[in-house]
């Protein structure tokens, strides 16, 4: 256990999660809608399309997408889309 701040709402906690509890809800209902999007979709183009589709924020995609259970999708999102984003 480390202190933490959280990646949502900023506060500052102590738990092994990368957000704060009060988050933690959050967090899991945008991941769930994020499995069903992949589910759903046969092609994922870039961040932005997952942002747009689900209103998640690009920042919490980005987030959510280091997480293991999603990097087969990471992966078929091209780089080149993830670089653009990153750009702006
Ligand atoms: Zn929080």
Same mark, same amino acid.
């Given at each position: 256990?480390?202190?933490?701040?959280?990646?949502?709402?900023?506060?500052?906690y102590?738990?092994?999660?990368?957000?704060?509890?009060?988050?933690?809800?959050?967090?899991?209902?945008?991941?769930? *809608?994020?499995?069903? %999007?992949?589910?759903?979709? !046969?092609? $994922?183009?870039?961040? #932005?399309?997952?942002? /747009?589709?689900? +209103?998640?924020s690009?920042?919490?995609?980005?987030?959510?997408? *280091?997480n293991?259970? %999603?990097?087969?999708?990471? !992966?078929? $999102?091209?780089?080149? #889309?993830?670089?653009? /984003?990153?750009? +702006?």
């Amino acid at each position: 256990m480390e202190f933490k701040k959280c990646e949502r709402c900023g506060c500052f906690y102590l738990s092994d999660n990368s957000v704060c509890e009060n988050c933690i809800p959050k967090d899991n209902k945008e991941i769930n *809608q994020l499995k069903n %999007f992949f589910e759903a979709s !046969n092609e $994922i183009d870039s961040i #932005n399309s997952i942002c /747009i589709n689900t +209103g998640i924020s690009e920042k919490n995609i980005n987030r959510y997408l *280091q997480n293991p259970e %999603f990097s087969k999708f990471a !992966n078929n $999102i091209s780089n080149n #889309n993830i670089g653009n /984003i990153t750009l +702006g």
